[in-house]
């Protein structure tokens, strides 16, 4: 899989003209593979990754889990992580949006 990214990135020149890249950490198995992969390939590419986390407070407890699964990750892996609480459902009412 790894090779596949490598060659993507090089095809579409995704770090031509940047070299800080922040992933939207969810939490799920697809953000996290990104999360790894870009880790894997930060000194190839010398690029500077960070995450986002936004926790909707939909869930409850389990919101609060992938928040704290997300933290501790981003700790483990030394990425900067910038952590946002919004309560989706009480905003979605207010302004009558659905969630």
Do not use: W
Request: charged share 30%; proline share 1%; hydrophobic share 40%.
């Amino acid at each position: 899989m790894l090779n596949k990214v490598i060659k993507a990135i090089d095809r579409y020149e995704m770090f031509k003209y940047t070299k800080s890249v922040a992933v939207a950490l969810s939490g799920g198995a697809d953000s996290v593979c990104l999360l790894y992969v870009l880790g894997e390939l930060r000194d190839r590419y010398n690029i500077e990754i960070s995450a986002i986390h936004i926790n909707h407070q939909l869930r409850g407890a389990e919101s609060d889990r992938d928040e704290a699964f997300v933290r501790d990750l981003c700790e483990k892996e030394g990425v900067p992580l910038t952590v946002k609480r919004v309560d989706v459902k009480t905003l979605a009412e207010q302004t009558g949006d659905s969630i």
